[in-house]
């Protein structure tokens, strides 16, 4: 049985308090449509699924109307900033969910559009069919006459119709399908293939949301759902059976009105896209700021390095991320890279692998001498590896380019060491470090070995590393390697903790840190794979002892 840790049990109540919200907004809605006299008539056209269908929508609302909070990026930095640090961190850890969040909603509303759209398809195919005549209260309720005071109600107004067509000569059908287009563009393009493999094309295509918006917004300004307005002088209980004595001149039933509903839309998302607009317009006067490139630095498996001069008033914490624009590769597009650089640095510098499109371009453009370009950048925003130095042991664990923020934390250990800047609370470090293949060492090798150093002379606290090298050895250098096992150094990255081939055993790992720190409350870092990040987060509750106060809290990058 799943049971959340206490690291994640905040997001989990948020989620259950999500679901809530959608699970009384769909019953709420439902029964008001279901049982609500003013929905009889149509109800009698359309049956049940008229219900559903604006269930679903007042669902639609309510996600809509959540969906772009977890992306304003300086709205959650500045929560974390000033809200996280006063809480526990478990519940600050909540803002470091926030794409997962948005992922959430955006499932959501894939699912409740489907809905809509298939319960709306089956109302017209009804009022079609309520102009047979085998349908007396509802054949009677298709003549009633479209005057001015709003009397008809079926919105087919004549016989031997097509439903298609019918829902197509209306505002919510033609707005409708350009919602269903946008939003089928969304969801296809942000899958985890696409996102990692083609960056650019989730970005440009996941921009439709403006279209999306415009059409949900004028979706329901026909007011097609129409409403009886003249219950005083027409109950529906009453005057279900007696349809052929309907006039103005009956006193007791006279000629049912009806009006279209209200749009309230509107009012569900006004107040959020204002929110939005505005974390637009600050990432547009930030993004303003130009940052010269001191250096390019290429290194191994078609990684370099980009040193930029930081600006006066530019401050960037240890493990944040900033959206980097290059205007000579792309004047639009923005792509989130963590820094490498330390606090304390008069530079800003970013580790970046050539992965995409975007990438590919900008390792070219580098590699020649005479070209150096300006950079536009956005941010900085917190991540979840800031966290760590309100830990005193700290697990953490990178694959491949993953290791990145843990250099910039590195850096700024290494920084504080040297000035005494403070005592740190965080007195034992674990790295892991899972390589693809042998090139991947030298950058980071370097660092290490400056901070292993200073660690030794400092005594102020413990680093642990565990370089593991997953593939990429023949059996010649394995030989080698082997031969060489005694040597105080290792043959590869030169560093005295010894490389281990193969992935590593997290299991041994964990066991083992867990008898050494009992009573201890362990941050555990992760910027790797989804499997490897399965792989920690299960290992956090395996061995996790509470009666000891032995808990492992599970913190993964996530931008």
């Known amino acids: 049985m799943f049971l959340p840790t206490k690291n994640e049990l905040p997001f989990a109540?948020?989620?259950g308090l999500w679901i809530i919200a959608n699970i009384i907004a769909f019953i709420v809605t439902l029964l008001k449509f279901m049982l609500g006299t003013q929905y009889f008539y149509l109800n009698e056209l359309t049956g049940h699924f008229l219900a559903v269908s604006r269930a679903s929508a007042q669902c639609l609302n309510l996600n809509c109307a959540l969906i772009l909070l977890p992306?304003?990026?300086?709205?959650?930095?500045?929560?974390?900033r000033n809200f996280s640090p006063n809480v526990s961190r478990h519940v600050g850890r909540v803002f470091d969910y926030n794409l997962t969040f948005h992922k959430l909603i955006g499932y959501s509303i894939v699912v409740f559009t489907a809905i809509h759209i298939f319960c709306h398809c089956y109302n017209?195919?009804?009022?079609?069919?309520?102009?047979?005549?085998?349908?007396?209260?509802?054949?009677?309720?298709?003549?009633?006459?479209?005057?001015?005071?709003?009397?008809?109600?079926?919105?087919?107004?004549?016989?031997?119709?097509?439903?298609?067509?019918?829902?197509?000569?209306?505002?919510?059908?033609?707005?409708?399908?350009?919602?269903?287009?946008?939003l089928i563009a969304i969801a296809t393009s942000s899958t985890e293939y696409i996102r990692r493999s083609y960056f650019e094309l989730f970005?440009?295509?996941?921009?439709?949301?403006?279209?999306?918006?415009?059409?949900?917004?004028?979706?329901g300004l026909q007011g097609l759902v129409r409403s009886q307005s003249n219950l005083n002088d027409h109950n529906p209980n009453k005057c279900k059976d007696e349809f052929n004595q309907w006039s103005a001149a009956n006193p007791t039933c006279k000629d049912p009105q009806f009006a279209g509903t209200k749009p309230t839309s509107w009012m569900w998302v006004i107040i959020p896209?204002?929110?939005?607009?505005?974390?637009?317009?600050?990432?547009?006067?930030?993004?303003?700021?130009?940052?010269?490139?001191?250096?390019?630095?290429?290194h191994p498996s078609d990684v370099i390095e980009v040193v930029l001069q930081k600006p006066d008033g530019f401050h960037i914490n240890a493990g944040q991320y900033c959206f980097i624009r290059c205007k000579e590769i792309s004047r639009f597009e923005w792509h989130p890279f963590t820094a490498t650089s330390s606090t304390q640095s008069d530079f800003l510098s970013f580790h970046i692998r050539k992965a995409g499109d975007w990438t590919s371009e900008l390792s070219k453009l580098m590699s020649l001498p005479e070209n150096k370009p300006s950079f536009n950048i956005d941010g900085p925003f917190g991540a979840a590896s800031e966290d760590i130095f309100r830990y005193r042991v700290a697990i953490c664990v990178g694959a491949g380019i993953g290791v990145t923020p843990f250099a910039s934390l590195?850096?700024?250990?290494?920084?504080?060491?040297?000035?005494?800047?403070?005592?740190?609370?965080?007195?034992?470090?674990?790295?892991?470090?899972?390589?693809?293949?042998?090139?991947?060492?030298?950058?980071?090798?370097?660092?290490?070995?400056?901070?292993?150093?200073?660690?030794?002379?400092?005594?102020?606290?413990?680093?642990?590393?565990?370089?593991?090298?997953?593939?990429?050895?023949?059996?010649?250098?394995?030989?080698q390697l082997f031969h060489n096992k005694d040597e105080p150094f290792d043959d590869i990255t030169g560093l005295s903790q010894k490389t281990q081939y193969g992935r590593p055993n997290f299991d041994v790992l964990f066991q083992r840190i867990a008898n050494e720190h009992i009573g201890g409350h362990i941050g555990v870092f992760c910027c790797a794979s989804p499997q490897v990040a399965n792989t920690l987060e299960k290992q956090c509750r395996l061995k996790s002892v509470p009666e000891a106060d032995t808990v492992f809290y599970f913190n993964q990058e996530n931008f």
């Open 13 to 15: 109540i948020l989620i």
């Open 71 to 80: 992306v304003c990026r300086n709205l959650i930095s500045f929560l974390r």
């Open 124 to 182: 017209f195919i009804n009022m079609a069919d309520s102009w047979d005549s085998k349908y007396p209260l509802a054949h009677a309720l298709c003549q009633l006459p479209n005057t001015a005071n709003g009397t008809s109600l079926n919105p087919i107004r004549q016989p031997n119709s097509k439903p298609l067509v019918e829902i197509l000569q209306t505002l919510p059908g033609i707005s409708g399908i350009v919602i269903l287009i946008a």
């Open 203 to 219: 970005w440009y295509i996941h921009h439709c949301f403006i279209i999306f918006f415009v059409a949900f917004l004028v979706h």
């Open 273 to 298: 896209i204002f929110i939005y607009i505005i974390e637009r317009l600050v990432r547009i006067a930030r993004s303003q700021r130009t940052f010269v490139v001191n250096e390019v630095i290429k």
């Open 410 to 479: 590195l850096k700024t250990i290494q920084h504080r060491m040297h000035s005494n800047y403070e005592l740190l609370k965080l007195k034992a470090m674990y790295l892991v470090w899972i390589c693809p293949d042998t090139r991947c060492f030298e950058w980071f090798a370097d660092l290490l070995k400056e901070v292993e150093n200073d660690m030794e002379d400092s005594g102020m606290m413990k680093l642990e590393y565990n370089i593991h090298l997953s593939r990429g050895w023949d059996n010649n250098q394995a030989k």
